[in-house]
């Protein structure tokens, strides 16, 4: 295929995507209208379910297909990583040295972490309750582990964060998702249809049917990518030389 060619199918895809974008942008309601058709059925649909938090009943509920596509991103996202940062031929594991750390940053960061990660655990815990989620909580938990390296040193991270374990996390939380919305086609509903489970008292943490499960496979699913992936930048940083000691 020539260039011309290249850029002709290039041209027509994005004057499509252009028409389709504008038509629908005609249909949209009107920018600080009174009137907000989509709010308005998100809030009654995640009330009549019991999730305190719409924003939750809309990711893990109302559309939680397209939540399962945004997790397989990220899970793709620490497979490619880890293939391309793996160790190679050229390359040898050197132990880091311990550096020196200034008491007020140990002090500080060995405070910090303990709060941060059960901060994480909360916010995923109560993602159909309040604002936050699995998503957030994962990044929060996740980032804690690693004031330890900052407070401390790299092989005090490394006993806390044996990436093995961490990778089979990921996979096991991002199967959870996936059998959760299987089991909703066995008991004969629809792929990740918030069936299976009662829906609760209101606002309370057993409220929300699988909003709550989904949520729960989210938080694990990212907190484990999110180690997985800063461990394989730092290995590339911190331990991996080449041949020559670069």
Do not use: W
């Amino acid at each position: 295929m020539n260039p011309r060619t290249r850029l002709g199918l290039v041209a027509f895809g994005g004057i499509g995507l252009a028409v389709l974008l504008v038509a629908a942008c005609l249909r949209l309601p009107d920018f600080g209208g009174d009137s907000h058709p989509y709010g308005d059925r998100a809030v009654r649909a995640s009330l009549a379910r019991h999730t305190a938090n719409t924003i939750a009943a809309v990711n893990f509920d109302q559309r939680a297909f397209d939540t399962l596509g945004e997790m397989t991103i990220l899970f793709a996202a620490v497979v490619g990583c880890v293939v391309l940062l793996r160790q190679t031929r050229d390359e040898h594991r050197a132990r880091p040295e311990p550096a020196d750390v200034a008491p007020p940053v140990r002090r500080y960061a060995l405070i910090v972490l303990p709060i941060a990660l059960v901060t994480g655990l909360y916010v995923i815990a109560h993602g159909q309750l309040s604002p936050g989620g699995g998503f957030q909580g994962g990044v929060v938990a996740a980032t804690s582990l690693h004031l330890l390296y900052l407070g401390a040193d790299y092989r005090a991270l490394e006993r806390v964060r044996p990436v093995g374990l961490y990778e089979v996390g990921d996979a096991v939380s991002a199967s959870a998702y996936v059998v959760t919305g299987l089991a909703g086609l066995v008991g004969g509903t629809a792929f990740l249809a918030n069936t299976l489970l009662p829906y609760g008292t209101f606002n309370t943490l057993s409220s929300g049917g699988t909003v709550s499960l989904l949520n729960a496979a989210i938080g694990m699913e990212v907190a484990c990518a999110v180690v997985v992936l800063l461990a394989r930048f730092l290995d590339q940083a911190v331990e991996i030389e080449e041949e020559d000691g670069k």
